[in-house]
């Protein structure tokens, strides 16, 4: 079975940008969490999609926004990019439950110069 | 709200060798999940093992042990036989709280594992 993918890996972006990241789960899988790395604040949960629907959300400011589309496959925006906006963004895929195990696909590596 | 607290920032273990990374994790919720992802220098989180809170055994999976113990609210991963790819970042991360669904994921400021020959 194929694994979460993401597009693209790497973007380079300057500030006032909007950017589209884009993330494939496992087949079968119908929940998809995206994630934001970055060295000062760690890994921290941005939202997650259900069937469609935003079923949880972190505490991001709404420059972040995501959608789920019917074959599951999710895409977040973030708009008028800023430097703090650097990092490794992750999307995860699961079952359905909320005890089900996230798989992480390989992450897009944003940079906002 | 939840917390994962991982204190160790850096470890070093020789090969085949054991090594303990530490992780205490703090809910009121009673049911919640927790994991253990490693992060190579790619970026991409590899998932190792899961424990449930209602589990009363602790989970194995292959080379991978968690050790839990719930009323001290730790779950140490235990890696046994050390080999130089298992050199990484290693996460534990809590899922939960379960009211209103959804699937979220904790996560700790991760430990630096170093295998030495």
């Known amino acids: 079975k194929a694994g979460v993918t993401q597009t693209p890996r790497y973007l380079i972006k300057t500030r006032g940008q909007q950017v589209t990241l884009s993330c494939s789960p496992i087949?079968?899988?119908?929940?998809v969490s995206w994630y934001q790395q970055t060295p000062g604040q760690g890994l921290q949960f941005l939202f997650e999609?259900?069937?469609?629907?935003?079923?949880n959300k972190g505490n991001f400011p709404g420059r972040f926004s995501g959608r789920q589309f019917s074959n599951s496959r999710s895409e977040m925006n973030v708009s008028t990019l800023e430097l703090g906006d650097s990092a490794l963004y992750l999307c995860?895929?699961?079952?359905?439950?909320?005890?089900?195990?996230?798989?992480f696909g390989p992450g897009t590596r944003l940079t906002v110069l | 709200a939840q917390k994962i607290t991982q204190t160790q920032p850096g470890m070093f273990v020789q090969e085949k060798e054991a090594v303990t990374l530490d992780c205490t994790y703090d809910?009121?919720?009673?049911?919640?999940?927790l994991f253990w992802y490693k992060q190579p220098s790619s970026g991409e989180m590899i998932f190792l093992i899961y424990?449930?809170?209602?589990?009363?055994q602790n989970a194995t999976e292959g080379r991978y042990s968690l050790n839990f113990q719930k009323a001290r609210k730790s779950a140490n991963l235990v890696i046994s036989a050390s080999q130089l790819g298992d050199s990484a970042m290693y996460f534990c991360?809590?899922?939960?709280?379960?009211?209103?669904?959804?699937?979220?994921?904790?996560f700790g400021t991760g430990t630096q594992l170093k295998v030495e020959l």
């Open positions: 995860a895929s699961s079952l359905d439950r909320s005890t089900d195990t996230q798989y």
């Open positions: 087949s079968g899988h119908r929940s």
């Open positions: 999609y259900f069937s469609e629907t935003q079923r």
């Open positions: 809910t009121s919720d009673p049911s919640y999940g």
């Open positions: 424990q449930g809170s209602y589990d009363q």
């Open positions: 991360a809590m899922s939960g709280p379960f009211t209103g669904g959804g699937n979220k994921l904790t």
